[in-house]
């Protein structure tokens, strides 16, 4: 059958109707993450006034209904009509997409908002919003269903002069298939990092849904710094131990382009947590600034190490790795005319950047170290430490490499690779032992599937040297069979033999544990990895519960117990079968449920809260216990077992 293409077929989608028709290419994605990216979208425009000086106060509700309010102290969205529309700034910017007071034109010096469609999303993937704006001694109000508005915008006088504007929206049901339940934590962690982005700035956050929180009382809490991102840096390093007590902060402008930057080393922390913001937008990606930053701090600490004779006129330079080894860091740029590098603005392209930081941070850090001897011979004997360490660990590398290169197989004898040579099709799972690997290796497909056994638990990187972590088999075999680089340098996505790598660990405690040593392999070795969402989590099932000739999987004991107590008639004669490891399952099996994409469930490992997942690796995998047992004595009797997603 042949369906004919001609100029009927070409559509042209009007207003915003294109949103609702390609949610994904807006917010990226009409599961949990794009469902937060609505609410945030919102606080920007709030967090874009105080930028340009006219707000100090956000406040932030979930209410009862499911609903989200936005409230600020701004300026408010201009209410008279815009000639090129024939509507009012408030219908022209929440119905036309591209329409804005950020292109320029002396609205907003700097801002988050690029290209105009922020709110205008919101309103299309909306049930409803309703907007009030406080403006010339009056009080506006419209309402929109589905991005139509229903109302006519009404005015009327109140008293005072209060200016502001305040938006509530229920996103839409039918847009956002997986639930419109919006998480606490999630939002409170981007409000938290825009409070100390903005010192001074006062965020309130509400929870007023008040059944879910199973209280009387709303969550109320509110996030003001005036120490903005020194705050944010002390913050983060709260569980560790600073090589200085004070915070290194660096602030200017050049070229209409304002630089902060806080530093601090720590003793016991040996990876860097670099963490960049453009124009309050935080940038995983990297881009200009991060790398002026790690360029500047390189030369400098290199420069001061060659005046103060730490490094001799023979011996080489410290590489960027050895200084920013322990370095936790935030550099927040303001920029006018920012560029990102597409629609989710994760990468900043302003080659103009990187100069501004170099020299600005230049000077001021040079001049810091050299009024404080102390604290630089402090930073420099722990890069000089981790330098030694590197060549240790390059000298064991170099060992195993040779080794390999006399055995003439460079890739793991243990890995049972896929034929095809493509990663972006490829995936490799890393088996808990030898029994669960025979299993896997028979069930597999062979075209696009890679096997790994690892034997026993591997080393917990987060407490051991880079020449120990070289040394060690079953980290050399990963490292080798992933196509990983060396710990420290820039990750290249071009190097990695297999674009999905996932964790398949038996579903009990010392799996568990497994995982959890992997997970803090890839975090520390190489986090790129899991920032670019590389790392998933197979989730085999519990039991298989078999009646008459039906069999059934069930994934969790809550999932069993529904099937037997709710689906299956009272005199019901069953067996069930609990899996204590994958080795136990036919490889049959384990494909049908754990392995064949039609059927299987992966969970991809993303990081929400970069300050957050820091902190919890050092608490939980580091070397201090005290932190530790706190930690466990804090939240041990908190546990609801059922509820733990393992």
């Not at 690892?454 to 990187?461: A, E, Q, V």
């Not at 820091?614 to 609801?640: S, W």
């Amino acid at each position: 059958m042949t369906s004919s293409y001609s100029a009927d077929q070409i559509q042209v989608l009007e207003g915003l109707e294109a949103v609702r028709k390609r949610p994904g290419m807006y917010i990226g994605t009409t599961g949990p993450r794009g469902l937060h990216h609505l609410v945030y979208e919102v606080v920007d425009n709030s967090i874009d006034e105080a930028l340009a000086g006219h707000c100090t106060h956000i406040e932030v509700d979930f209410n009862a209904d499911g609903s989200v309010t936005v409230t600020d102290d701004g300026r408010g969205i201009p209410t008279g009509i815009v000639a090129k529309t024939g509507k009012s700034g408030i219908e022209t910017v929440m119905t036309v997409l591209h329409a804005g007071g950020k292109f320029g034109g002396g609205g907003y010096k700097v801002s988050g908002g690029l290209h105009g469609v922020g709110i205008s999303v919101v309103n299309a993937l909306s049930e409803w919003v309703e907007v009030t704006v406080w403006r010339d001694q009056k009080e506006h109000l419209q309402r929109y269903e589905r991005g139509f508005p229903v109302s006519e915008l009404q005015a009327k006088p109140c008293k005072g002069n209060r200016t502001g504007t305040s938006v509530s929206f229920l996103p839409d049901t039918q847009i956002f298939s997986t639930g419109i339940e919006f998480d606490y934590a999630t939002v409170a962690g981007r409000l938290r990092e825009l409070a100390y982005l903005n010192a001074g700035v006062k965020i309130s956050f509400g929870d007023r849904r008040l059944e879910l929180l199973k209280s009387s009382e709303p969550r109320v809490e509110t996030y003001c710094y005036e120490g903005g991102i020194k705050e944010y840096v002390t913050y983060m390093n709260r569980e560790k131990q600073p090589l200085h007590e004070e915070v290194i902060y660096v602030q200017g402008e050049r070229n209409n382009v304002q630089i902060e930057v806080s530093l601090q080393w720590c003793v016991d922390a040996f990876s860097d947590n670099v963490l960049g913001f453009a124009n309050n937008i935080r940038t995983i990606d990297g881009g200009t600034h991060l790398e002026g930053l790690k360029a500047v701090l390189t030369r400098t600490m290199n420069s001061i190490a060659r005046k103060r004779n730490k490094i001799k006129e023979n011996e080489p330079n410290l590489a960027g790795e050895n200084v920013r080894e322990g370095l936790t860091a935030v550099i927040s740029v303001k920029v006018p005319d920012p560029e990102f590098e597409g629609q989710t603005k994760t990468k900043l392209g302003n080659t103009e950047v990187r100069g501004i930081v170099d020299s600005l941070v230049g000077e001021v850090l040079t001049e810091y170290l050299e009024f404080r001897p102390q604290v630089a011979d402090a930073i420099l004997e722990k890069a000089i430490q981790a330098f030694k360490a590197a060549e240790a660990a390059r000298r064991a590398r170099d060992l195993v490499r040779r080794k390999s290169v006399l055995e003439s197989s460079p890739l793991p004898g243990k890995l049972a690779d896929c034929s095809s040579r493509d990663p972006a099709l490829s995936e490799i799972y890393l088996v808990e032992g030898d029994s669960a690997g025979g299993s896997a290796k028979q069930g597999r497909d062979r075209q696009f599937q890679a096997i790994l056994p690892l034997r026993g638990k591997i080393l917990n990187i987060e407490k051991t040297d880079d020449a120990k972590i070289y040394k060690n088999n079953e980290i050399q075999s990963l490292i080798t069979a992933l196509g990983l680089g060396i710990k420290g340098e820039e990750f290249d996505p071009g190097q990695l033999r297999y674009h999905h790598i996932v964790i398949m660990t038996d579903a009990d405690v010392d799996g568990a544990h497994i995982r959890t040593l992997l997970l803090t392999f890839f975090y520390r070795y190489q986090r790129a990895l899991v920032e670019q969402g590389y790392i998933y989590i197979a989730c085999p099932p519990l039991y298989k519960v078999e009646r008459g000739r039906n069999h059934y999987y069930c994934y969790s004991d809550r999932e069993m117990n529904n099937l037997v107590r709710n689906e299956f008639p009272a005199n019901a004669n069953y067996t069930i079968q609990r899996f204590k490891g994958l080795g136990e399952m036919m490889p049959t099996q384990l494909w049908d449920t754990t392995m064949n994409p039609e059927t299987r469930t992966l969970k991809r490992v993303e990081i929400e809260d970069a300050a957050e997942a820091d902190r919890i690796f050092t608490i939980l995998m580091g070397d201090r216990v005290a932190p530790r047992r706190e930690f466990i004595e804090t939240y041990g009797p908190k546990l609801n077992l059922l509820d733990l997603d393992i």
